[in-house]
Nanobody, 125 residues
Framework: QVQLVESGGGLVQAGGSLRLSCAAS????????MGWFRQAPGKEREFVAG????????YYADSVKGRFTISRDNAKNTGYLQMNSLKPEDTAVYSC??????????????????WGQGTQVTVSS
C-alpha cells in the first residue's frame, strides 16, 4: 500500500556527512510511521532510527545518537536520515520502512511491512 524508494547513499570519508531520502508513494493519505534500518555483510539487520507519523516522536539506536537525525516532510511524502560524523562502522546497506500507525513507532524490522530497496553507505577511514 506504500511504496518506498531510498536515495542519497554513497562513499564518504570518516567524519563526513550524508543525507538519505525516502520517497513514499501509494496510500500516503493514511498516517504511517517510518524507520531506517541497516545491515552490514554477515550482520543482522539493525534498527537505526524511527519517527512517528506526525514527526513528533523520534527514536534512535544508541550507536547513532547525537550523530544521526531522522525527519520527515509529509507535504513532500519524503523521509530523511541526516548522518553526521560518520564512522567506518556505519558502513551498511540502509533501508527505509513504513507501517501504518497514528502514534506508534516500531523498533523491530518485523513490525514493518513496507520496505524500500536499500541504498549503500560506505565510510572509509
Amino acid at each position: 500500500q506504500v511504496q518506498l524508494v531510498e536515495s542519497g547513499g554513497g562513499l564518504v570519508q570518516a567524519g563526513g556527512s550524508l543525507r538519505l531520502s525516502c520517497a513514499a508513494s501509494g496510500r500516503t493519505y493514511t498516517t504511517f510511521a517510518m524507520g531506517w534500518f541497516r545491515q552490514a555483510p554477515g550482520k543482522e539487520r539493525e534498527f537505526v532510527a524511527g519517527i512517528s507519523s506526525s514527526g513528533g516522536r523520534t527514536y534512535y539506536a544508541d550507536s547513532v545518537k547525537g550523530r544521526f537525525t531522522i525527519s520527515r516532510d509529509n507535504a513532500k511524502n519524503t523521509g530523511y536520515l541526516q548522518m553526521n560524523s560518520l564512522k567506518p562502522e556505519d558502513t551498511a546497506v540502509y533501508s527505509c520502512a513504513a507501517h501504518y500507525s497514528a502514534l506508534r513507532v516500531g523498533l523491530q524490522s518485523g513490525e514493518y511491512p513496507y520496505w524500500g530497496q536499500g541504498t549503500q553507505v560506505t565510510v572509509s577511514s
